[in-house]
């Protein structure tokens, strides 16, 4: 069975940055395409950015890229979310998804395409 757990939210001015982790158990990351969404209160959950399977393709959403950048640890089974010149619109919980039936050289934007989601964890940007 595949597990999904985020860490490394919390609370930090504008402009400055955090890591977001994203460890996977029950399955390889090499063989998943991962990727982070965010929903804020009253809002709708929303692609961030993600790593396809391969590694070799990466995607952004408009209002991240150039700031965010997604990267996989193999080794630790790992996938991280650098979030660089945070904004207050960042503010969200982020989730990590995975799922392992897409083509390895894939990313999906929609929540649709992914099985395995992790809890989420909190990211807060005052102003």
């Known amino acids: 069975q595949v597990h999904v757990v985020e860490s490394g939210g919390g609370l930090v001015q504008a402009g400055g940055s955090l890591r977001l982790s994203c460890v996977v158990s029950?399955?390889?990351?090499?063989?998943?395409?991962i990727s982070w969404f965010r929903q804020a209160p009253g809002k709708e959950r929303e692609f961030v950015g993600g790593?396809?399977?391969?590694?070799?393709?990466?995607l952004y959403a408009a209002s991240v890229k150039g700031r965010f950048t997604v990267s996989r640890d193999d080794a630790k089974n790992t996938v991280y979310l650098q979030m660089n010149v945070l904004k207050p619109e960042d503010t969200a919980v982020y989730y990590c998804?995975?799922?392992?039936?897409?083509?390895?050289?894939?990313?999906?934007?929609?929540?649709?395409?992914?099985?395995?989601w992790g809890p989420g964890t909190q990211v807060t940007v005052s102003s």
């Open positions: 998804a995975a799922d392992l039936r897409v083509p390895r050289t894939v990313v999906g934007k929609s929540a649709a395409h992914y099985e395995h």
């Open positions: 029950g399955s390889v990351v090499s063989d998943d395409v």
């Open positions: 790593i396809s399977a391969s590694g070799t393709v990466t």
